[in-house]
């Protein structure tokens, strides 16, 4: 069966650069989250998007962004990179989250 | 706000022996679903079990089932003959119901257990 695919499964960025991380969800799935996880935490929620309109929004930063297009792919746009910012990036989609959530394998960000 | 509390950091447990993980959560809805995610070395996040609030009978997989206690907010998932492949961190997840079908997971800390041979 098809899974969320993520690109790229890592990725090495240096302090203030620019990262792009790409998700695509399960055929016919039209809801897709943003997760972030540190080192040893649980999964913080960052954003979602629900028919490619963003559906509700946690604790992101303002200086990351994500859309939805219109083939359903999504895309979490990071700028101005910080240390802190190193962590386990998800992303899940669901059918209306009925049947729980489908994770993707996470794109590791590491920020030096 | 709703909130996952996992009591239990860390378990431990002998292979085939059976081992139980806490979870309680705080909402004042009515309708939520509940969920054990499972996240082994790989990091890779697995459904392991779910639970319709409305439903009273305790959800079961396999090996793996909860105690749903709706009053007391109550979801622990019980692992039966553990095996070396359980040995992983496993997540609590509460989601409120809602009509547009896209509301968040709301995870709690983490329980990591641990199988000895």
């Known amino acids: 069966a098809a899974g969320v695919i993520q690109s790229p499964r890592h990725l090495i960025k240096e302090k203030r650069e620019t990262a792009t991380l790409k998700c695509y969800p399960i055929?016919?799935?039209?809801?897709v989250y943003w997760y972030q996880q540190g080192p040893g935490q649980d999964p913080q929620f960052l954003i979602s998007?629900?028919?490619?309109?963003?559906?509700d929004k946690g604790s992101i930063p303002d200086r990351f962004s994500a859309q939805q297009f219109s083939d359903y792919h999504s895309e979490l746009n990071m700028s101005s990179l910080e240390l802190g910012d190193s962590a386990l990036y998800f992303c899940?989609?669901?059918?209306?989250?009925?049947?729980?959530?489908?994770f993707g394998s996470g794109t590791r960000l590491t920020v030096v | 706000a709703q909130t996952v509390t996992q009591s239990q950091p860390e378990m431990s447990v002998q292979e085939a022996e059976t081992v139980t993980l806490s979870c309680t959560y705080d909402?004042?809805?009515?309708?939520?679903?509940l969920f054990w995610y499972k996240q082994p070395p790989s990091r890779q996040m697995i459904l392991v079990i779910r639970?319709?609030?409305?439903?009273?009978q305790n959800a079961t997989e396999n090996r793996f089932s909860v105690n749903f206690q709706k009053a007391a907010k109550s979801f622990s998932l019980k692992i039966s003959d553990s095996q070396l492949g359980d040995a992983a961190m496993y997540f609590c997840a509460y989601r409120r119901a809602s009509q547009g079908g896209s509301e968040k997971l709301v995870f709690g800390k983490g329980t990591k257990l641990t199988v000895n041979p």
């Open positions: 055929p016919r799935h039209d809801t």
């Open positions: 899940a989609s669901s059918f209306r989250g009925f049947y729980g959530y489908t």
């Open positions: 909402t004042s809805e009515s309708d939520y679903y």
């Open positions: 998007f629900y028919e490619k309109m963003q559906s």
């Open positions: 639970q319709e609030a409305y439903k009273q």
